[in-house]
Nanobody, 113 residues
């Protein structure tokens, strides 16, 4: 059974940082590309970042490029999202996704003074 469990969200001031984690189980983690999405109230879910399975090549949405870093630890079956220079518009529920396998339940990130 595929499980994706996000953690690390919280309340942070503008300009601050958070590190999200997504612990995965139930599939061969190292063989899959991994993605982070987010959904703000009233908005559609949007892709944030992804990382490939073999080379670990990252890709980012323009809105987060230069501020967010996606990484993975295949030994720990975990994908991370380091978020720096956070802005109020980054406020959303952040989800981990594996294409074709499922979604986590999300972790809330709130950027506010």
């Amino acid at each position: 059974q595929v499980q994706l469990v996000e953690s690390g969200g919280g309340l942070v001031q503008p300009g601050g940082s958070l590190r999200l984690s997504c612990a995965a189980s139930g599939f061969t983690f190292s063989r899959y590309s991994l993605r982070w999405y987010r959904q703000a109230p009233g908005n559609e879910r949007e892709w944030v970042a992804s990382i490939t399975s073999t080379s670990g090549t990252p890709n980012y949405a323009e809105s987060v490029k230069g501020r967010f870093t996606i990484s993975r630890d295949n030994a720990k079956n975990t994908v991370y999202l380091q978020m720096n220079s956070l802005k109020p518009e980054d406020t959303a529920v952040y989800y981990c996704n594996v294409l074709g396998l499922g979604w986590g339940r999300g972790t809330q990130v709130t950027v506010s003074s």
